[in-house]
């Protein structure tokens, strides 16, 4: 089972590589190295690096688990079905659940959390302020991070940011200017390496494949952003304020 740690050593390029694959496997346990290798543009070494960073001996051994798993499951039609279940693998140990205890930890010390995203991610921070403040933790959602609004926010409140790509201008602005009060930032977002994971206190992510469309807006499944939300919130009776 490939673990968030794994992924997290995949580079950019190694990840592409990976997610190919992932969307890909009924025809990938098929096919001989050098043909994907041919398919993805890349050499034999790089994919056989990707699967050694995720555990495997090399891709023959990768590859014979994939067709394990095939057989023992029915075939899905859909691929977004396919890193959906991906992911849940993924997650599904004690380092994602410790993970998910450092961010609520960090939510229910601080004096407030405030939830930001920008497009979908808009949505998706006006869901989580919502569940939050049903569990009782005091939340608010905002999109409007101007100067006459500096004056409401204190060092001892945490940020939520929800960002796809990571790099999008205006929540790398805000976090910049919540950074100067000192307050906490939690970024979700779909890339480690990307500028809002790296300028944050603590990064979540979930690495599913994105794409973009002719507007430069990142697209990915937010099943994985949905579960996150969920499992922080439901660990805030831990600490005794649900």
């Not at 089972?1 to 969307?23: A, G, K, P, R």
């Not at 998910?100 to 004096?111: F, G, K, P, T």
């Not at 790296?198 to 937010?222: E, G, R």
Request: hydrophobic content about 40%; charged content about 25%.
């Amino acid at each position: 089972m490939v673990t968030v740690d794994q992924m997290n050593q995949l580079s950019d390029l190694e990840l592409d590589i990976y997610n190919y694959i992932i969307s890909h496997r009924h025809e990938v346990i098929h096919m001989k190295l050098k043909d994907l290798s041919t398919d993805l543009h890349v050499s034999q070494s790089m994919i056989s690096r990707v699967a050694k960073k995720l555990g495997y001996e090399g891709f023959l051994e990768w590859k014979a688990e994939m067709k394990l798993d095939q057989e023992d499951k029915p075939v899905q039609n859909k691929r977004a079905l396919n890193f959906i279940l991906d992911y849940f693998n993924r997650v599904d140990n004690k380092e994602f659940d410790e993970l998910i205890h450092q961010a609520a930890e960090l939510i229910v010390n601080s004096r407030e959390v405030i939830c930001s995203g920008i497009g979908l991610s808009d949505a998706i921070a006006k869901f989580a302020a919502s569940l939050f403040n049903r569990k009782g933790k005091r939340t608010m959602y905002s999109e409007d991070f101007s100067a006459r609004f500096r004056g409401m926010y204190d060092e001892n409140d945490c940020a939520l940011f929800f960002t796809v790509s990571g790099e999008t201008k205006e929540i790398i602005d805000r976090i910049k200017d919540l950074k100067r009060y000192g307050i906490k930032i939690i970024v979700v977002t779909n890339n480690a390496s990307s500028t809002a994971a790296k300028m944050s206190d603590l990064a979540i992510t979930y690495y599913v494949p994105s794409t973009k469309n002719s507007d430069f807006y990142s697209s990915a499944t937010q099943v994985p952003v949905l579960y996150i939300i969920e499992a922080i919130a439901n660990i805030f009776i831990e600490y005794g304020i649900y």
